[in-house]
């Protein structure tokens, strides 16, 4: 896999089909705490890019096959695009709990 396209052109890609140059937008990695995938799916299914004309929403471009093992809890990765305010977004997910993208709380824009 090349980290170029992955990392940046693959999201740049999909943002130029969404034609999104009015509202800003970061792509990331993340985790998901297994037993809360289905909590994951419908916060994105709620806030999916098309759908939902709020503050921000989700693009979501992939989620992990592999389990990962992290203090004694099994995690899959998600990739997602978050378009808008970010800020909101980072609000709106502290009610899925702590297990869920907890890496998008350490973006600081």
Not at 16 to 21: A, G, P, S, Y
Request: aromatic share 14%; charged share 25%.
């Amino acid at each position: 896999i090349n980290a170029r396209w992955t990392g940046g052109l693959f999201p740049a890609e999909v943002l130029k089909k969404l034609q999104n140059e009015s509202r800003e937008a970061i792509a990331f990695f993340d985790v998901v705490e297994k037993d809360k995938r289905d909590t994951y799916v419908d916060f994105v299914d709620q806030h999916l890019v098309g759908e939902y004309d709020g503050e921000f929403a989700i693009v979501p471009l992939g989620i992990g096959c592999f389990d990962v093992t992290m203090n004694d809890s099994v995690y899959y990765y998600v990739w997602q695009i978050v378009v808008g305010d970010f800020n909101a977004f980072k609000e709106a997910k502290q009610n899925l709990g702590p297990n869920i993208m907890p890496t998008a709380d350490l973006i600081q824009l």
